[in-house]
């Protein structure tokens, strides 16, 4: 079997980290909103990758996440004076719903950022203690991008001013590249080094040696998502496992690609963007 891994940019022969089982991790949605036909893309062909797996005789275990608190959630929050649990709770409902009405198996584990929040804990203070990470008072622990000699070989990008235009910028980061581990905050939870919540980017890895970390010189076999989570999402996990557990975080990536409406990528921003359970009252699931 080939498949067309992201990093080498080619097909190559699918060979698993141990032989007959097969560790997927896919990073799913944030639920801040009802799932939209991109969500679907992507829920759908990591579905079918499963499958094709299973029908050749691996063992799979496949874990798929919610994102569950961030930026977009607490702004809904603030502009509906609902609770964080109240918005995420309905939303994954709402999620779900939809994936069992186009068919997509439901993941083996579905792990919550808040549900990991001592294993990101965790590895940030892994971070800190060997020298990857760094406090800026009254902002936040921000990753020295500076320390993984590796840094944007994931997504083959180079050191320029636009590839760091999606990181939130800070006026005392080290380099523009860093990235936030754990904000500041006083409304959330607690740490050793100071009440807050965490940065999107370290859920993924903690959730992923919690869940299927192999013991081998990769923590999973394939690391799944769309591709606009190639950078800096995926980039970013990468960089945390190399520097925290000094091995590599997927032997595979795969990304899938963005679904075009009249020849432009589909988005919200562009008003082309269509919610799956508007699609689902005008075709069956199955379409």
């Known amino acids: 079997m080939q498949i067309f891994d992201s990093v080498k940019r080619k097909k190559v022969e699918f060979e698993p980290v141990k032989s007959d089982f097969v560790r997927i991790y896919v990073c799913g949605p944030t639920v801040y909103d009802d799932a939209h036909l ?11 990758l499963r499958r094709t797996l299973s029908e050749l005789g ?8 919610y994102t569950d608190i961030d930026d977009k959630i607490l702004k809904k929050m603030s502009e509906s004076g609902e609770s964080l649990e109240a918005i995420t709770d309905r939303y994954i409902a709402s999620y779900e719903r939809d994936m069992s009405a186009l068919n997509v198996l439901e993941p083996d584990v579905k792990p919550k950022a808040t ?25 936040g622990i921000y990753f020295d991008t500076a320390k993984d000699a590796e840094y944007l070989s994931l997504s083959g990008k180079f050191d320029t001013e636009a590839n760091v235009a999606r990181v939130a910028s800070s006026d005392e980061k080290k380099d523009e590249k860093d990235f936030v581990l754990w ?18 980017h370290t859920e ?7 869940h299927l970390s192999s013991g081998e010189k990769f923590e999973i076999d394939i690391h799944a998502g769309g591709l606009d989570l190639l950078f800096p999402h995926h980039e970013n996990e990468a960089a945390q496992c190399r520097c925290a557990e000094h091995k590599s975080l997927a032997k595979y990536w ?22 799956v359970k508007d699609a689902l009252e005008r075709n069956l699931g199955e379409a």
């Not at 904000?183 to 999107?200: M, T």
């Open 183 to 200: 904000k500041f905050d006083e409304k959330w939870y607690e740490s050793p080094f100071g009440r807050g919540r965490p940065g999107w």
């Open 115 to 139: 549900q990991t929040l001592k294993e990101m804990i965790g590895y940030i203070e892994i971070l800190l203690k060997n020298g990857f990470a760094y406090e800026i008072a009254g902002d």
């Open 204 to 210: 993924c890895v903690a959730m992923i040696k919690k």
């Open 38 to 48: 991109g969500h679907a893309k992507s829920a759908i062909s990591f579905d079918l």
């Open 254 to 275: 795969l990304h899938n690609g963005f679904i075009q409406v009249n020849n432009e990528k589909m988005s919200k921003s562009l008003g082309n963007s269509f919610f």
């Open 58 to 65: 691996y063992k799979v275990k496949f874990v798929r996440n």
